[in-house]
């Protein structure tokens, strides 16, 4: 299951995204799980359970 995330970005950031062809949404997706894995893990050093 997927649920959306919205963000606001600048025109100008808009407009040279337009420019590449990259697939976002894979890239951001990767970028955020890497993101949660990473905080997880220095929680969890820090003696933090997250569930």
Known sequence: M???YSIWISKNLRELIN????DWQKEISKYIEDR???ESIRKSIEGKRII
């Open 2 to 4: 997927s649920t959306i």
């Open 19 to 22: 420019l590449v062809n990259v």
């Open 36 to 38: 949660v894995r990473k």
